[in-house]
């Protein structure tokens, strides 16, 4: 059974930084793309970031390039998500999503399994 458990969000000031944690199990990294996701309150669910074997690391909105890194722990079986320089509208929940495969779609409805969302506030 896949399993995925966020951790590592919560309350933090403009221009700070969280470091976003994944704990997986049930599946091999190796046949999986794991992504990260996020919704802010009335708005779509978003892509921010993927990694795969074929893809490595990938950053999608523009808005978080430069900032946020993803990577990923395979003897720990963690996919982290590190975002620096942290703005207001980075406010949202982050999810953390599998797909089986070796490249990362963005498309939300490409994604198998969901973790519960962890929540990141941004204060200004």
């Known amino acids: 059974e896949v399993q995925l458990v966020e951790s590592g969000g919560g309350l933090v000031q403009a221009g700070g930084s969280l470091r976003l944690s994944c704990a997986a199990s049930?599946?091999?990294?190796?046949?999986?793309?794991i992504a990260w996701f996020r919704q802010a309150p009335g708005k779509e669910r978003e892509a921010v970031a993927c990694?795969?074997?074929?893809?490595?690391?990938?950053i999608w909105p523009d808005s978080v390039k430069g900032r946020f890194t993803i990577s990923s722990d395979n003897a720990k079986n963690t996919v982290s998500l590190q975002m620096n320089s942290l703005k207001p509208e980075d406010t949202a929940i982050y999810y953390c999503a599998v797909t089986s495969g070796s490249m990362c779609p963005v498309v939300v409805g490409w994604y198998d399994y969901w973790g519960q969302g962890t929540q990141v506030t941004v204060s200004s």
């Open positions: 990694i795969s074997v074929s893809d490595g690391g990938v």
């Open positions: 049930g599946f091999s990294f190796d046949d999986y793309a």
